[in-house]
RNA sequence: CGGGGCGUAGCUCAGCCUGGCUAGAGCGCCAGCUUUGGGAGCUGGAAGUCGCAGGUUCGAAUCCUGUCGCCCCGACCA
């Protein structure tokens, strides 16, 4: 493809709107231009990257065995109303009426489609001899995002692989849950990105029923947390830490429990300021109500409880923070005073509790705390358990090396749905003792627009992108010094000719332009592997190839440089090649 | 949905506080000449409903009110 027939609209100065660099370098490569707040145009370059995403997305679904499919973007409301997600999704789910005759039909447009396929099946499938069976789409999803931002990485419209797992066991599930995961670890390594697979929140299933597929980056919207040493990954959620419990034995000369005047002062960092301590020396504690009954939980004041683990350590089925009323029942105070010296309820600590020496609490009475809070003289607990989200510096829970905190963005999900869908959807299959079961489900999400997003995010250096050979727009940008010079642009045109006979994707800069301008371009659009034809070297009978990362070109012969390049792409690709396995 | 910021040429921005001449600059674009290995030089040129609506005023890009759009932080994110 020729530079002057396509358009590829570089920038010299960075847009003003965009901040974070996939957004910026995106925009300045050409890549995308923005239609309004969460709706995006891939131009030719963008376009191009995105569609080599999909095919290796495409590739290795259809090797992990699923079979695509085609599923309408337009939706019927009632889908959702039957399976609860109509409300689930509330403003999120674009829906609307349209006309026709004198009706009006309710529609949406697809956020996902777990209903679509489901129903589909439900209709198709009714033997245990028809499973397992994986479908996938590659298609446009729409979600009304309160809040698009960060570029293509978070908008209202985009490119998502969707695969749906149908089955007669959790076994089979089991098995396909495998393949997908080692296909995902195959896509995003194929993708050149730097990717963490985390346990995630998993839901009715319980075990490790779902994981996410993240991408380190300091602008990535989730929070997650990896062992540096083992291959431990959680996202905020789900990550365990490997604390112990730990009951200290009261110290002989501890100080003295003591109470003090706090009047409105409810926060944790309004004591810490009155008082003149730190949060860390405080204990923060929560009332909520599990499964109807009240029970305090206690935390130290710097960390932040995670209702997950609550739930789990409480094995309640469902629990929220206690109202007014019966915190007020509770403690004896209002919202704000709360503490674990003579509270009327169970307490559950999570383990840093005990350890808090001469610690500051609330009173249980109005306009009070309490300093000196000692374990086993002022309070007791038989056990301690993991209570609060983990952070930086604690045990991994795999290996007990340190934990670090990270941010990423999350480029796939994969997830044992079980019966949910099935269920609501009357999706069921006949089992060999003649017995209707609903159908075993699993699912399995790519943002394919934050593969490019990510990677934009993520490999670039002050010049501009650095595509890997496998998602770029082009793989090798022939550049001439001189459009006009018909020497230059003879041998130009051979190699494009001599490259894409050879079946690679090459972009020929034949603008009439300056050299600095072709190669700030060059090196802003990213193309892995640049031959530059033309100047002092065609008169001595050479040109130059360079990775983009190189520091320094490789000189070859004109007549031999064509396959010099070809021999450097199929050794990169060998390289990579080996990485994936 | 709460908080903050910004809308002036294709892009980046000045002008606004303190109203007043024909609304400016750099980059980009067009023409010509020169130049040709890291975003060239000179000359000439085209290009703006100053987001939109209303108000105040002799007079509004500038002041006031409303409204729309975009960005950022937070809440939310099956």
Redesign the pocket.
Same mark, same amino acid.
């Given at each position: 493809m020729r530079w002057t027939q396509t358009l590829i609209?570089?920038?010299?100065?960075?847009?003003?709107?965009?901040?974070?660099p996939s957004?910026r370098l995106m925009l300045?490569a050409g890549l995308i231009r923005?239609l309004?707040?969460?709706?995006y145009t891939y131009l030719p370059l963008g376009y191009r990257a995105l569609r080599k995403a999909e095919a290796i997305v495409r590739e290795e679904m259809e090797r992990a065995g699923a079979v695509e499919v085609f599923m309408p973007a337009l939706q019927p409301i009632e889908l959702f109303e039957r399976t609860g997600?109509k409300s689930?999704?509330?403003n999120?789910l674009i829906n609307f009426l349209v006309a026709r005759g004198d009706r009006k039909v309710h529609m949406a447009l697809g956020?996902?489609h777990?209903e679509v396929v489901t129903d589909l099946v439900a209709h198709h499938i009714s033997s245990y001899r028809q499973l397992p069976l994986t479908l996938y789409q590659i298609q446009t999803?729409f979600?009304n995002?309160?809040?698009?931002?960060?570029?293509v990485l978070?908008t209202s419209e985009f490119l998502?692989k969707?695969a749906y797992s149908f089955h007669s066991s959790l076994a089979q599930l089991e098995e396909t849950y495998r393949k997908m995961y080692e296909a995902y670890c195959r896509i995003f390594a194929r993708c050149g990105l730097d990717y963490v697979a985390v346990e995630a929140e998993s839901?009715p299933i319980g075990g490790d029923a779902s994981h996410e597929f993240m991408v380190p980056a300091g602008?990535g919207?989730?929070s997650i947390v990896r062992c540096a040493n083992c291959t431990y990954g959680a996202n905020l959620e789900r990550a365990e830490t490997g604390r112990k419990t730990l009951l200290p034995t009261p110290p002989k000369e501890a100080a003295p429990l003591k109470t003090v005047s706090t009047p409105k002062v409810t926060t944790i960092e309004q004591v810490a300021k009155l008082l003149k301590i730190r949060p860390d020396q405080m204990i923060k504690t929560l009332i909520y109500v599990a499964d109807e009954q009240p029970i305090a939980v206690l935390i130290r004041g710097d960390h932040e409880a995670n209702e997950n683990k609550v739930r789990r350590a409480l094995s309640a089925g469902e629990i929220k923070l206690a109202d007014e009323q019966t915190i007020l029942k509770v403690t004896g105070a209002p919202v704000g005073f709360a503490g674990p010296v003579g509270l009327k309820c169970d307490i559950i600590a999570d383990h840093d509790v005990p350890l808090i020496e001469n610690a500051v609490a609330g009173a249980n009475a109005a306009d009070a705390h309490v300093t000196g809070v000692t374990f086993g003289r002022d309070y007791n607990l038989k056990a301690t358990f993991d209570l609060r989200n983990a952070g930086d510096g604690d045990p991994c829970p795999k290996c007990g090396n340190r934990l670090e905190l990270v941010h990423g963005i999350e480029v796939g999900?994969v997830?044992k749905l079980g019966t949910k869908y099935s269920i609501s959807l009357n999706a069921t299959y006949l089992d060999e003792k003649e017995q209707r079961n609903p159908i075993i489900m699993g699912?399995y999400?790519i943002g394919v627009n934050r593969i490019i997003a990510s990677l934009a995010e993520t490999s670039h250096d002050a010049?501009?992108l650095i595509w890997p050979l496998a998602v770029a727009p082009y793989e090798v940008l022939v550049v001439t010094?001189?459009a006009?010079d018909a020497e230059t642009t003879k041998v130009a045109e051979q190699y494009v000719k001599d490259l894409e006979a050879a079946g690679v994707d090459v972009l020929y800069d034949d603008r009439?332009?300056?050299? &600095?301008? =072709?190669?700030?371009?060059?090196?802003?659009v990213g193309i892995p592997l640049?031959i530059?034809? &033309?100047? =002092?070297?065609?008169q001595q009978g050479?040109?130059?190839i360079?990775w983009r990362t190189a520091d320094a070109?490789e000189i070859a012969p004109v007549k031999d440089g064509a396959r010099h390049a070809l021999r450097m792409l199929a050794a990169k690709k060998d390289e990579q090649g080996r990485l994936v396995g």
């Open positions: 609209p570089t920038m010299k100065e960075d847009p003003s709107d965009a901040e974070i957004h300045r923005q309004m707040a969460g709706a997600r689930a999704f509330g999120v956020p996902t777990e999803k979600r995002e309160e809040r698009p931002r960060f570029g978070r998502m969707d839901g602008n919207e989730d999900h997830f699912c999400g010049n501009g010094l001189n006009t009439d332009v300056r050299p &600095g301008v =072709k190669f700030k371009d060059a090196d802003l640049r530059v034809i &033309g100047g =002092k070297g065609l050479q040109v130059e360079k070109p």
